[in-house]
């Protein structure tokens, strides 16, 4: 009988003659669960899985939990989790052969940038191991306790297309360029030059109260992508992303399991299973966290998470500053002796009330956003025959008013900072008025208010458009009163800054004279028809929050706990709508979707490649 040694050098000229390839029993293989050994519990790049029985082993070696089991059991074959080779047992040679390839399909999916582009224009359904259909893109993901916010931020953040292409084309692994829009502010070091510019920012003096300690301007720049030095928190939702949109998948669900393990491990175990929690508060949390873990910084545009959802909003504070200008002196007069003197002294001091001088201060700064959040209007306190609320409905144009640009709101003093509120003593207001309005927008309905005993939930329905919603009416941007003259006097230099500055880049690349450059910036920013699509969304996921009927009146459970959420995207194709909870994947109007109970609205800008 040959040795070990004589078997191995045999397989290793002819790797495609493995006898025990037959062994192989696909519909045991499950690659969504957390690559860890199942005998030690231990996690670590060198996890092979058994392609016979499907369980996952540490090491290949002698005296390892993966060589033990070859042996005991009879399951020669292997792979490697991590980087995908193949592997036989006891024998320890690697196995090459094209059969295997629907495995690797499995384990780790690619695609091609031609795959990628063809994504929104794919009707076809796959097929399963077991036969069963599905849509790539519009599958199941298992609740694994509570986690359905989790499933709903993801399938909507799985169809924000830049997103979902950039993280298919990490699949590969390869490092890839991606042009980015990064914020070069110039920040002011001196530190009684900042405190100047504080000084005069608070008395409303120079650059009419904007921040003087820097300089914007905007760049456009390649910027190098390595997805190998991606967080883990980037790599699970990547390789979750890429699970999703996959056609070759052996089963039609996907377990978000290594995805939810990393999410309680990056949030401290904020975000964990059996725990429910916001959407809003996660989605917020999950951006910032993919930004960071992407290789992100603290200027704005640094990734392309900034690219796709990054805004600008300008916000005014205005406070009112009370001081007392009564006469000190008033105390210092001689004592008077007489009887009855003190009494006297009291008349007068009830008539001859403190003057007050009111001083309205305001201050004005650019801040960056990745989504809005919008009050609701509070719930009516009159109750319907059967004991529950009557449930209204605003439009979300009156919701959207606290970023009309006029309005002054009040500021709770909880949410002033020490920096804004110096020592003021008077009330505060502000007024925001959006600048830059991001390609995809994310609208977040705050409909949960802690009170000192419990969550409650503004059940109030916001009602908006599925398609052309308008927000012109919202948006103030700079170079709202550029005129033609004004456009035509531009340099070329100036005229590339201002594409630059605007999205727009790439459309001067294939521009060579100085006229066709300035007859595009004018068609661009001076003609009324041009902007007439820059302001309109339409809707592309929205995450509900439902709650059973029993649930929300007086003395029952927290609405929090026990509701449950669901996601609605559109099929680019087709135009179908989906309504996915979970593992439940099922079709729906879009007439349904804008009377829902929303609370976290996605926006596309219309006319987007």
């Keep these: 009988m040959p040795s070990n040694d004589t078997l191995r050098e045999f397989y290793k000229e002819d790797n495609e003659s493995c006898p025990y390839l037959d062994t192989i029993t696909r519909t045991a293989l499950d690659f969504d669960f957390e690559h860890s050994c199942s005998v030690t519990l231990q996690t670590g790049p060198h996890i092979y899985g058994c392609l016979v029985c499907g369980q996952f082993f540490r090491g290949r070696g002698r ?11 009879g399951h020669q074959v292997f792979v490697h989790l991590s980087r995908g080779t ?22 780790k999916p690619t695609f091609l940038d031609s795959e990628i582009r063809e994504l929104d224009k794919r009707e076809g359904l796959a097929r399963d191991l077991f036969g069963r259909r599905y849509l790539p893109g519009f599958v199941g993901l298992n609740n694994l306790s509570k986690t359905d916010f989790i499933n709903a931020t993801v399938q909507a953040l799985a169809h924000v297309r830049p997103l979902r292409d950039f993280f298919l084309k990490c699949g590969s692994g390869d490092p890839f360029d991606v042009q980015l829009y990064l914020d070069k502010t110039k920040r002011e070091k001196n530190p009684k030059k900042i405190k100047e510019n504080r000084k005069r920012k608070r008395n409303g003096n120079g650059n009419n109260g904007v921040d003087a300690t820097k300089e914007a301007s905007t760049a456009l720049i390649n910027v190098t992508v390595r997805p190998q030095e991606f967080s883990h928190l980037a790599q699970c939702f990547g390789e979750l992303i890429r699970k999703i949109w996959s056609e070759k998948r052996f089963k039609s669900t996907v377990d978000p399991h290594m995805f939810i393990q990393a999410v309680s491990v990056s949030s401290k175990a904020r975000f964990t299973i059996g725990k429910q929690a916001e959407a809003g508060e996660f989605i917020s949390w999950l951006l910032h966290q993919l930004h960071l873990g992407i290789g992100g910084t603290r200027k704005a545009g640094s990734s392309i998470i900034h690219k796709i959802f990054q805004g600008t909003v300008q916000i005014t504070t205005r406070k009112q500053k009370i001081t007392n200008l009564a006469n000190s002196t008033a105390n210092n007069d001689d004592e008077d002796d007489r009887l ?120 109030t329905i916001v009602a908006f458009p599925v398609k052309n919603l308008d927000l012109s009416d919202y948006v103030f941007p700079e170079n709202q009163n550029l005129s033609e003259k004004s456009i035509r006097s531009m340099s070329v230099k100036e005229l590339k800054a201002l594409l630059v500055e605007h999205g727009h880049p790439e459309m001067a690349k ?28 339409n809707l ?21 706990e026990e509701g449950s959420y669901r996601c609605h995207v559109q099929h680019q194709a087709s135009g179908q709508w989906y309504e996915m909870q979970d593992l ?23 006319g987007l490649k």
């Design 340 to 459: 009855g003197s003190e009494d006297e002294e009291e008349v007068q001091k009830m008539q001859e009330a403190p003057s007050l001088e009111d001083k309205i201060e305001e201050i004005t700064t650019d801040s960056k956003f990745l989504q809005l959040t919008l009050d609701i209007p509070e719930k009516p306190l009159f109750k319907d025959d059967d004991g529950g609320l009557v449930i209204p409905q605003e439009p979300l144009v009156s919701v959207l008013k606290k970023f009309d640009g006029t309005t002054f709101n009040d500021v709770l003093k909880g949410k002033i900072s020490s920096s804004t509120n110096g020592d003021n003593n008077g009330p505060v207001k502000r007024r925001y008025q959006l600048k830059i309005m991001p390609d995809y927008l994310i609208l977040h309905l705050a409909r949960f208010k802690r009170n000192n005993f419990y969550n409650e939930k503004n059940p």
């Design 510 to 537: 294939n521009i060579i004279e100085k006229s066709d450059l300035t007859e595009l910036c004018v068609d661009l920013f001076s003609k009324k028809f041009s902007n007439f699509l820059s302001n309109k969304f």
């Design 540 to 560: 592309i996921a929205n995450i509900t929050h439902n709650i059973p009927a029993e649930v929300g009146r007086e003395g029952q459970h927290d609405p929090l």
């Design 86 to 107: 193949f592997h036989c047992l006891p024998d320890d040679y690697e196995i090459r052969d094209p059969s295997l390839a629907d495995i690797s399909a499995a384990l």
């Design 584 to 606: 439940h994947v099922q079709e729906t109007m879009p007439q349904l979707i804008g009377v829902s109970e929303s609370y976290v609205l996605i926006f596309e800008r219309k």
């Design 63 to 73: 005296q390892t939990p993966a060589y033990t089991h070859s042996v005991d059991e």
